[in-house]
T-cell receptor, first 108, second 114 residues
Framework: KNEVEQSPQNLTAQEGEFITINCSYSVGISALHWLQQHPGGGIVSLFMLSSGKKKHGRLIATINIQEKHSSLHITASHPRDSAVYICAITSGTYKYIFGTGTRLKVLA | DTGVSQDPRHKITKRGQNVTFRCDPISEHNRLYWYRQTLGQGPEFLTYFQNEAQLEKSRLLSDRFSAERPKGSFSTLEIQRTEQGDSAMYLC????????????FGSGTRLTVV
């Protein structure tokens, strides 16, 4: 079993829909990261969380430490949000442990 | 500073050839990391440097793989006698210290072994 599990693996939405991507992890963490990867391969950091909730534009990330669960929400989705969204944890070390990603496609 | 740069972006090589990739981190970042990502999977840790010292290597890094960071700035990752299973995206990232603000990633080098 992977230490970081994401769901769904694939998600197709219509433009304007509210989107939720979930991440569960099985170990204690020092931080949880949400990342975005476009088809070209480069990875952009969206959020780093150790508690609570963060918001940046149309993106909201929440974490529940007791339940070992985090969600990434996208409000008013747009085709340019189409990408792979990856959850990763750091657990007392510098190494990221990555989930397998959620491939999001937003249709116009 | 334009972020973490990786070169080349794409590499196609024949099985058995050697390849070398380069990563230029953000200049003030003392830590540099290499990860490998195969299709449909999340990246997996390969190795990490603090300044010029290679402090950890994954068991994924077989003896055909070698990484260097000779002056604590840019790093190279060499794969000798490439195999088809080496086909992947090779990602480099850097951070300042323990990465309290997270990593900055490069755009990756996509290797295809034919």
């Amino acid at each position: 079993k992977n230490e970081v599990e994401q769901s769904p693996q694939n998600l197709t939405a219509q433009e304007g829909e509210f989107i939720t991507i979930n991440c569960s992890y099985s170990v204690g963490i020092s931080a949880l990261h949400w990342l975005q990867q476009h088809p070209g391969g480069g990875i952009v950091s969206l959020f780093m969380l150790s508690s609570g909730k963060k918001k940046h534009g149309r993106l909201i990330a929440t974490i529940n430490i007791q339940e070992k669960h985090s969600s990434l929400h996208i409000t008013a989705s747009h085709p340019r949000d189409s990408a792979v969204y990856i959850c990763a944890i750091t657990s007392g070390t510098y190494k990221y442990i990555f989930g397998t990603g959620t491939r999001l496609k937003v249709l116009a | 500073d334009t972020g973490v740069s990786q070169d080349p972006r794409h590499k196609i090589t024949k099985r058995g050839q050697n390849v070398t990739f380069r990563c230029d981190p953000i200049s003030e970042h003392n830590r540099l990391y290499w990860y490998r990502q195969t299709l449909g999977q999340g990246p997996e840790f390969l190795t990490y440097f603090q300044n010029e010292a290679q402090l950890e290597k994954s068991r994924l890094l077989s003896d055909r793989f070698s990484a260097e960071r000779p002056k604590g700035s840019f790093s190279t990752l060499e794969i000798q006698r490439t195999e088809q299973g080496d086909s992947a995206m090779y990602l480099c990232a850097s951070s300042l210290g323990q990465g309290g603000h997270g990593y900055t990633f490069g755009s990756g080098t996509r290797l295809t072994v034919v």
